[in-house]
């Protein structure tokens, strides 16, 4: 039962209930177990990708660096969402409490707007790349790609904070059901029993950083083909638009994703659609992200093929000794 506590002759709600998940014996297992293996595969690749760019020297380049913070990112990103859904597919409670309901926000948000803003800079280092080669290594040096990391790491987690501690401080009463799959600002904020107009001001922020990160790869990458054209050599061609589709794809599908979510204003979509919408970019995109950046990564596979021969052969060693 939702746990409720009484103020100012109004009945505050401590917990919310999230509402779109089946219960176990209405098929809540069919959708725990491909989840569960999904999110086993997003935390398997992802440390995977990151462990292999740190191991081997021959992905020491600022295009794998910012592949491996993302990854880093990726494990985090999914963990503040996921094992929460799979709790709530096969338990009765499929409560959480209003001050976890904050964290998994502040959270979920703070690591979206880093990820946002690695990307970015990925696309900027592609620019450099392709754009201006023989200025890449005095621009891209080691120090610039981590003050690019840090800063990317304090927009998302100082970008968020003031929006949480605002709706901390909001009376919730009323019904507490959650029509999502994780814990968002219009589904939260609807359950608010005050004023949430400020909530337009905060839509305006998200759209200001959705955009502005759209706009700066968009341009990258515009500058980026029209490079990739004029290449005289085909096989040169074929190289660096195979780098960049990697990296263009993963733009697309997060923030494709993300626009339809949270570029919408006063716009307001059916529970199923804003369901599938949040699926795409909490679950779809982080699963796909170290296919892309694996399975079709020449560099990645031979490092990932190098790696488990040392291994092997370590194995061996150690058998015979």
Sequence with gaps: MTQLMTSENQTMLTEFLFSVFPHLHEGGLLFFI??????????TGNLMIFIVIQLDTALRTPMYFF?????????????????????SLVSEQKTISLAGCLMQMY????????????????????????????????????KFCILLTAGSCLCGFFLVLPEI??????????????HQIFCDFTSV????????????????????EILASFLVISLSYIRIIMVILRMPSAESRHKAFSTCAAHLAVFL???????????????????F??????????????????????????????AIGRLFCCQKRAGGVGRLI
């Design 34 to 43: 491909p989840l569960l293996l999904i999110y086993g595969f997003i935390i």
């Design 67 to 87: 592949i491996s913070v993302l990854s880093f990112l990726e494990i985090w990103y999914t963990t503040t969402t996921i094992p929460k859904m799979l709790s």
């Design 107 to 142: 959270f979920f948000h703070s690591l979206g707007i880093t990820e946002g803003c690695v990307l970015t800079a990925m696309a900027i280092d592609r620019y450099i790349a392709i754009c201006n080669p023989l200025h890449y290594p005095i621009i891209m040096t080691p």
């Design 165 to 178: 501690a605002w709706m901390a401080i909001l009376p919730f009463c009323g019904s507490n059901e959650i």
């Design 189 to 208: 904020l609807s359950l608010a029993c005050t004023d949430t107009s400020l909530v337009v001001i905060v839509d305006a922020i998200h759209a200001v």
């Design 253 to 271: 599908l997060f923030f494709g994703s993300v626009a339809v979510m949270y570029l919408r204003f006063s716009a307001t979509y059916s529970v």
């Design 273 to 302: 659609w804003d369901t599938a919408t949040a699926v795409t970019f909490v679950i779809l995109a982080p699963f796909l992200n170290p296919i892309i950046y694996s399975l079709r990564n020449k560099d990645m596979k031979d």
